[in-house]
């Protein structure tokens, strides 16, 4: 089950790039496993590494960045995420200690695998993203998810909101999946199958 989301303070990782696509998160080489354990390690392989499949970093990417050590809030532009429906994008960045993506706008699909997995996808005007971008690397960010709020120590006084739904901030907030919000109603499912079978046995024979 995913790990409940309510306040989170930590580094921030300015990437200040439109349309970064999934097979960018977590290219399709990077993908041999179906375990959700070790994906980190490929997380924008593409551009960590210096070459295809390598782990030679490239020095100047800003997850390879001293400063950016124990990264788990990336900022990002617009469309993030669009592309492929894989997983693994969200999985790779779980994986690496990534909690929340503060970006200007979110390709729909890996929206929902986010709201799935327990990582808080934070949408921002883009006024608002700009001026997050331009901190200095290393700047911590605090979100609260009860409250909708943004805020950054290296900006005094500035807050940021944002909208999310009554339904993807309950599964944030309880740490639940679709399947774990409805096995919350296991009591309930099973009064009910007793009952129907006690009105209508004929349909529980087997056959």
Excluded at 48 to 72: H, I
Excluded at 114 to 136: Q, S, T
Excluded at 173 to 189: N, R, S
């Amino acid at each position: 089950m995913p790990t409940p989301f309510r306040h989170h303070r930590g580094v921030a990782a300015p990437l200040p790039v439109d349309n970064v696509d999934t097979d960018q998160i977590i290219p399709s080489r990077e993908m041999k496993t179906v375990s959700r354990d070790g994906l980190g390690e490929g997380l924008f392989a593409g551009w960590r590494y210096t070459v295809p499949g390598g782990r030679e970093p490239v020095g100047d990417f800003v997850l390879n960045r001293p400063e950016q050590a124990g990264t788990s809030i990336l900022v990002s532009g617009t469309n993030f995420g669009c592309g492929s429906s894989r997983e693994h994008a969200v999985w790779a960045l779980m994986d690496y200690g990534v909690r929340a993506v503060i970006a200007k706008s979110f390709g729909e699909i890996f929206h929902g695998n986010c709201l799935r997995n327990g990582i808080l996808p934070v949408a921002l005007p883009e006024g608002e993203v700009d001026r997050l971008l331009k901190l200095d690397g290393g700047a911590e960010i605090a979100i609260d998810l009860e409250a909708q709020t943004v805020t950054a120590a290296a900006l005094p006084g500035w807050t940021g909101r944002f909208e999310i739904g009554a339904y993807a901030k309950r599964l944030l907030l309880e740490g639940l999946d679709p399947i774990g919000l409805t096995l919350l109603q296991a009591p309930a499912i099973r009064a009910y199958q007793q009952a129907d079978a006690a009105r209508r046995p004929w349909v529980y024979t087997a056959g």
